[in-house]
DNA sequence: GACCTGCGTGGTAACGTCAACATGACGGGC
DNA sequence: GCCCGTCATGTTGACGTTACCACGCAGGTC
């Protein structure tokens, strides 16, 4: 560190002239081949060590074609989780030694223009994190390009990761029902997102199996404002007491609508919620909702996506969802 | 596209003989360089077009040094203005043709650490949305690294671009002040963050400016259950009439605390947020609050990092924000 | 007509790395 | 004592690109 202000990066060659070896065995040491004996490997990380020497990624990705990036696809949609997952990927990918790219698509069009990118800037996968366009096969999906697709419907050749909306909403619906609501309303996501879909699902399972009548389903697009819209006119019917909302900020939503037009919740109203993003237990009330754990969909967005670059069969990917009960759902009067 | 699955990615080579021509006129017109025949660019570009040439970014950075990739730290924090700046900064790299990597880093120690990651992918240089670390001079800021700093303190080596908070605060607070409130109170953002800072210096400002009293600094972390926490306690003295929080999410925490203290938002306490995110307007009441221009923030940190790389000064820049009144402040009685 | 200048183009080498092959030393089995 | 296999290491070339220099040609200037 004391002279090594040269302008030059300091390249295998110097460290191989330091450690009195070739560049071939400082390249063994450096990717962890056998090959190679102890006494030299140590001689070897020691004169790295001492000259800071760092591998040359781009050298090396020319060379082997592997660029040891991973690309992420993220949606415009201001959704708070699209955040939490985002990081949850970007840990998971350092964790493992791979660069994370993010290149933002809202829209079909600019899906197509984002895998464009991501092929340009070499990734050699990408997690796709755009739960508004569903991956239809064929054209849009770039066969070279390996992806894992999170929340979406993908085609057999992707791996897909998700958590279990399913039975996430049908966990929910039933606490609903239990606290004795003749049924529950369901202000769904907006059409084509599968997610929203799956919690649909869950939703009507839930009522089925327990025999109830389905009202008609209430669509918003994830956002709080989409919530209040939807909420004005819910809070008219006098037969609205349980809400099932698809993520949270709806939920916000359907609280601010309801408390507007004097109907209290809980007291007359039980709402709840899914995804349980941080702000959701300081909701008027706090609010019951679903837990989603971003963090092991990060993990196994990679480990799934990873699999993918290594030629592993693509298999489906479901993580456990839980109710996290609040205030804004307690027994009916 | 017929013939195209050759297994070999199409080089600058085979563009180049089937336009016939050398590989360096062909690196020439992908560089835009003017020494190029107008007969010869088209038919190098037909040819490039019918391959479907891509440059090889791997081949570049190793010949020229330049990744073409910019790197982005963020903290761990559950900000939501840091997805949405996060956001504009990627839609502002990719207009200009520069993939962005994304790291996180959650305290000091990972920032050295982020820095080191960054350092390995070979970007040409990176923002720092960090505001919770400000960055000391010397030893954890690289050298080599080209930096621009985002909402934090930094050294004159570097550029930094924030919002204009001190002037949105005092705006917040003077507002409050105009409604008749005797003094202000606020709900500060931690310790060390300089945006924090920046907005408890508006607010101290616009209390003197009013020749009026400032009450004690009462401070959060961010998030909404601080904002609670503190609340509570808040809640209690007959004295608070007006509040100005940090952020949006500590007020949705303020609200709560004030609802459940039976003191009614506005009617009794008015209560303004700090970057207008999207759910502000569904809080209950909607929240009064400053709006953070993050497209803007990211455009100019990313122009300002442009900059950097090509050696220009850095330099600080200042984005306006803008008071949004809601119903969360009304005329006092 | 010798000289220069500018323009469009081509040839060559090098960026740092790793795969393939080559080398040499040692030891064991016949 | 010879052959062969194993192991640790070295040599060479290529990945795709661009910087540098060189070339030939046209159109001027003296």
Redesign the pocket.
Known sequence: MSEAEQS?????????SRA?????????V??D?????????ARVETAMRELG????????A????RTHTLGIVVSTLETVGNFRMLQAVADAAATRGYALAVVTAAGAAALAEAFDRLRDQGVDGAIVLNEATPLARGADAPADLRLVVVDSPADERFAVVQSDHEAGARAATEHLIALGHPTVWHLAGPEGSYAAAERERGWHAALEGAGLVAPPVVRGDWTAASGHREGVALADRPDVSALFAANDQMALGLLRALAEAGRPVPGEVAVVGFDDIADAADYLPPLTTVRQDFDELGERAVDALMGAIDGRAPRTDLVPTRLIVRESSVPRR
């Open positions: 030059r990066r300091v390249s295998m060659r110097d460290v191989a009195g070896v070739s560049g071939q065995t400082v390249s063994r450096v990717n081949s056998p090959r190679v004996d102890p006494e030299t490997r020497y760092r591998p040359h990624r781009a050298a090396r020319l060379r082997t074609g």
